[in-house]
């Protein structure tokens, strides 16, 4: 095991539902800090640049639209194996798969408005972490 980041974004209908405060405590009470956070509504562009890799996908427009069909909340989490555990209380990206006391099973409405978006390994999650808050954005626990 060791001391992990991860991106994690509360997605538009997470947001509308008011679940911020609900999932950062679930985020905490897991062991992982928050070291960086920001709100903000996604430009077509960042929208489009955060997914790019889903550019192909038949689900791609309907994906940035919804991204950006209201203000997302954006974060870094840090802890010990940070990018599997925040995985593991998100569950299955699809919330019919998803565990039972996982946010996407408690909260989630389709696979497509899933609540919350999770880095999947950390490769991307430091890719995602830069797209979000550049070299200096993350502010380091100092106590
Ligand atoms: P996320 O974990 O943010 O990664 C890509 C997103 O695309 C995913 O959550 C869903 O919001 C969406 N997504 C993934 N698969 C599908 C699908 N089959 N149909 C529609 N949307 C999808």
């Not at 950062?24 to 790019?52: C, D, N, P, T």
């Not at 430091?126 to 100092?142: K, L, N, Q």
Request: charged fraction near 30%; aromatic fraction near 8%; include cysteine.
């Amino acid at each position: 095991m060791s001391v992990e980041r991860t991106l994690s974004i509360i997605k538009p209908d997470g947001v509308e539902k008011n679940l911020i405060g609900e999932i950062y405590g679930r985020f905490e009470k897991a062991g992982l800090e928050i070291v960086a956070a920001r709100m903000l509504h996604l430009s077509q562009e960042q929208a489009e640049g955060f997914y790019a890799v889903h550019k192909e996908r038949p689900f791609y427009n309907d994906l940035v639209n919804y991204m950006r069909s209201g203000p997302v909340v954006v974060q870094v989490l840090e802890g010990e194996s940070a990018v599997s555990k925040h995985r593991e209380l998100l569950g299955a990206t699809n919330p019919d798969d998803a565990d039972p006391g996982t946010i996407r099973k408690d909260f989630a409405a389709s696979i497509e408005e899933n609540v919350v978006h999770g880095s999947d390994g950390t490769d991307t999650a430091a890719e995602e972490i830069a797209f979000f808050f550049g070299d200096d954005g993350v502010c380091p626990r100092t106590r």
